[in-house]
């Protein structure tokens, strides 16, 4: 079964050995997240050793600037722009130093997730398990996916918990190719996943419409069908098209518009009917699905 404790490595607090952390503009520490922690950093300079409780990746943005890392006493100098990822693993300490104005992301990663999602991967080889650091590597899909935790931090979305989720185990993967002991080394052949069965697939449906309001998690999802989240987030998408979060909120839209078309509800109640936290949020997600306001949409019918 896929598991990965609530309360995780990812959310302990990283322990400073020497020099200052500074504060985060931004943390998702607070709001409950399974399996990663996002932060979002500015400030002047940089001059810190610690020891990460799980695994970290950094991705920089704004002017390139130089960083020093120092790790198992050897020094590294390179200067880190837009884009630029560096990976470390936990454990070990590791110092940084930069001077000038330092703009980064930093996505504190379970180590247990990673173990779960190789363990019940269909094309990860298991002696793929094992992570290395990296220094400052341009990487587009890092990058594409640290902007979209910003996003869910800065502008938590209607069905954030398992958008977060979902992309969390996209971040495991991606790690798993590309910065593991033995990456670039083709895999064994494995089986392609299946699709799911037509049963299953209307049982996760009458469960999504059902539940619509609440903040699924990709867990709660997958376990109406018995199946572990990455396998299900990946059978889901060959069956359908779509990721399930995706499939969710078009069903939240679809519900949505039925209310504006059959009913005098405010638009604030339909928000909350539709698992939005707020007007704001449900009128942005709604603009993006159909290209018009909820208002606009109700004036229409």
Same mark, same amino acid.
């Not at 059959?262 to 993006?288: K, M, W, Y």
């Given at each position: ?28 520490? &607070? ?7 996002? #932060?979002? /950093?500015?400030?002047?300079? &940089? ?36 884009? %630029? ?37 269909? %094309?990860?080889?298991? #002696? ?5 650091? +990296?220094?400052?590597?341009? %990487? ?26 979902? &992309? ?10 590309? @910065? ?18 037509? *049963? ?13 309001? %609440? ?12 199946? *572990?989240? @990455?396998?299900?987030?990946?059978? /889901? ?31 604030? #109640? ?7 936290? +707020? ?23």
């Amino acid at each position: 079964m896929f598991e990965v404790a609530h309360v995780d490595q990812a959310t302990a607090q990283p322990a400073v050995v020497a020099g200052r952390l500074p504060a985060p503009v931004a943390s998702s520490r &607070l709001r409950g997240w399974n399996w990663l922690v996002v #932060e979002r /950093f500015c400030a002047e300079g &940089l001059d810190v050793v610690m020891r990460p409780p799980a695994v970290l990746v950094t991705l920089h943005f704004g002017p390139r600037v130089e960083f020093v890392q120092t790790r198992h006493h050897q020094v590294d100098r390179r200067r880190l722009g837009q884009g %630029d990822a560096t990976v470390t693993t936990a454990g070990e300490p590791k110092g940084w130093q930069a001077r000038g104005r330092t703009e980064f992301a930093a996505v504190w990663l379970d180590p247990a997730l990673i173990d779960n999602v190789a363990a019940h991967s269909d %094309d990860i080889a298991p #002696e793929q398990l094992e992570l290395v650091d +990296n220094f400052g590597t341009p %990487d587009a899909q890092l990058e594409r996916m640290g902007l979209s935790l910003l996003l869910e931090l800065e502008h938590e979305q209607c069905a954030a918990g398992i958008v977060v989720e979902s &992309l969390a185990i996209e971040l495991a993967v991606h790690l798993l190719r590309r @910065y593991s002991k033995v990456a670039g080394v083709e895999s064994p052949a494995r089986p392609a996943a299946c699709t799911l069965a037509a *049963s299953k697939l209307r049982r996760v449906s009458e469960y999504l419409d059902s539940h619509l309001r %609440d903040d699924l998690t990709l867990a709660e999802i997958a376990q109406v069908v018995g199946m *572990s989240p @990455y396998h299900f987030a990946r059978r /889901f998408k060959q069956s359908t098209g779509i990721a399930p979060h995706q499939y969710l909120i078009a069903r939240r839209m679809a519900r949505a518009k039925a209310l504006l078309r059959e009913t005098d509800l405010p638009i604030g #109640e339909i928000a909350h009917r539709v698992g939005c936290s +707020n007007q704001s949020h449900f009128s942005t997600l709604f603009h993006r699905a159909e290209a018009m306001t909820p208002r606009m949409f109700r004036h229409m019918c």
